[in-house]
């Protein structure tokens, strides 16, 4: 598909590293409509999300830190996927002040995940690198 690693990461990887949790919660919400606990579906998703933004990259940083001295974070995506996460987290908290889940607000979040896959796109086929700076001795 000639697809570059970020791309790649937020479409296919994503959905096969989500398509089990995804299909197993519309498994449940389908077939038990009236018994299932949706509160409890979202504490599940945003908690194990919350556990790969902080655990796994944390340990990725850290293992990278120590086997490739002189690795970098590129801040770019960093700051990128720190906005849209804590954005997808506010619109979660947002929603769930109301007992009831609208279809709008369900569209919403489908709508921010299309965005975030086309801010990542247009940022990594349209907009040039950022220029690395160094230091010059004075």
Do not use: Q
Request: charged letters at 10%; one cysteine or more.
């Amino acid at each position: 598909l000639r697809l570059k690693p970020d791309v790649a990461g937020l479409t296919l990887l994503a959905f096969g590293n989500s398509a089990p949790d995804c299909f197993t919660g519309l498994a449940v919400a389908l077939s038990h409509p009236g018994e299932i606990d949706y509160s409890l579906m979202l504490s599940y998703t945003s908690g194990a999300t919350l556990f790969i933004m902080t655990v796994v990259v944390g340990l990725i940083v850290w293992i990278a830190a120590n086997r490739a001295p002189g690795w970098r974070l590129s801040r770019l995506p960093f700051y990128r996927e720190t906005v849209s996460f804590m954005i997808a987290m506010t619109v979660l908290l947002a929603i769930s002040g109301d007992p009831y889940v609208y279809l709008g607000e369900a569209l919403l979040f489908i709508m921010l995940y299309f965005f975030y896959v086309g801010l990542v796109v247009v940022l990594r086929y349209y907009v040039p690198p950022p220029v690395e700076r160094t230091l010059r001795p004075v």
